[in-house]
């Protein structure tokens, strides 16, 4: 449902992995930054060195540098911010998920769903929470807790979307 | 007497016919037949194999995200319990294997392979208590002969469409709310090499309590249950999402190559049938002319 439901505010754009771009590198070397970033049909990034990352949890917005000690979180709706070595930043909304900076000094954010700050249709999403914030009040207790994930999403992308986060 | 005689003739008459049937002295109606039903049958086969193949290439595109993904869930797994060289870790006694097939056949051998494996690992269980969650009906019907008891779970419907993550998300949804606290679960599912080869592999997952005891998850910051549930019940279901990626594309290669050989043996047989057809056509007509013509001769 959720990811249905991300998925339609990419109306009409075709969605592109940077998977061929990004470079591959298996060295495990701890002073650099190895960035597994993907959602269950695109890899953006696979393991590819990058600066830094900037990922929303429930426990607050960790930002992972080179020699981050290891920790595991899970995601919360919000805009994952990549920083690759040249200093570009690519910002890219994930409705859930996980994150993990483990021992070898590998970085995985693997979320449900991603999409582009750019590909978010604002109208769809505020439709979206309209309805979501409907539903989120009437049903059985599972129904209104569904709803209130939806609500979290569409808020998410709004935000998002508006670039104030 | 006369029923008798008739009786007697009978027998004669079926005699004959199962000598003719054993010389595999076939008229032209049954070759013909035969031939048609071959010819369907390549036609269907042939069909087959341009759906599994046109198949094949999406899950292959598709597959190159997921094992990014898949690669990616594996990683804490492989850092928290890293595999040591000649150290064989004592199996604990509560297990669940969860094997990745489809509803459906004719894929040569990528269901029976994981049967095998699971079979394999049943018969050597000695007391231990594994049991065995099936997803797609093959899985099921290849174990519920021998180990129907050992199935706690199935799941079909997989194998129509392409699998999703929220396939995926059921699936362990199912394996946690089971009801049944497993000290380690192995998924076993076909991973996808070339066109032609794939192999049958096993992914390890930890539930929640083993890797809490876990020495290597010291090293990690910040970890509350909480945020360690979650993670582990996302990532089984990452992890059974990548399995079926994989199992789906070596079901749909193995398909493609069943398929050809299918249609190529089909093939051969339309090859022999027709010969057979022509010659015994041109033998009716030798003969009839032998026919006439002897009797021509007698006039």
Known sequence: ?165 | MLRQGSGTLQLVATSFVNAEQQRGFATLKDISIRLKSVKNIQKITKSMKMVAAAKYAKAERDLKGARAYGVGAKAFFDNIDPAVEGVTAEEPKKQVLILITSDRGLCGGVHSSIVKETKNILNNAEGKDIRVFAIGDKARAGLSRLYGQSIFLTGNEIGRAPPTFGDASIAAKAVLDAGFDFEKGTIIFNKFKTVVSYETSKINVLPLEAIKTKEALNTYDSVDDDVLQSYTEYSLAQLIYYAMKESATSEQSSRMTAMDGASKNAGEMIGKLTLAFNRTRQAVITRELIEIISGAACV
């Open chain 1, 1 to 165: 449902m959720l990811a249905r439901t991300v998925q339609r505010f990419a109306a009409g754009v075709s969605r592109r992995g940077y998977a061929a771009a990004a470079a591959q590198a298996k060295n495990a070397n701890p002073e650099e930054l190895r960035l597994t970033f993907a959602s269950p049909d695109t890899a953006l990034f696979s393991n590819a060195v990058v600066k830094q990352v900037d990922v929303p949890t429930l426990a607050g917005v960790v930002g992972v540098l080179a020699n981050h000690v290891p920790t595991i979180g899970v995601l919360k709706p919000g805009v994952v911010q990549v920083t690759d070595n040249e200093g570009g930043v690519q910002r890219v909304f994930v409705s859930s998920g996980t994150l993990s900076v483990n021992i070898d000094g590998s970085c995985q954010v693997l979320a449900e769903e991603v999409l582009k700050i750019e590909d978010i249709d604002e109208t769809a999403a505020r439709n979206e929470l309209e309805a979501a914030q409907k539903a989120s009040g009437e049903g059985s207790e599972v129904a209104k807790a569904e709803a209130q994930i939806r609500v979290e999403v569409a808020e998410a992308l709004l935000k998002a979307a508006t670039n104030q986060h």
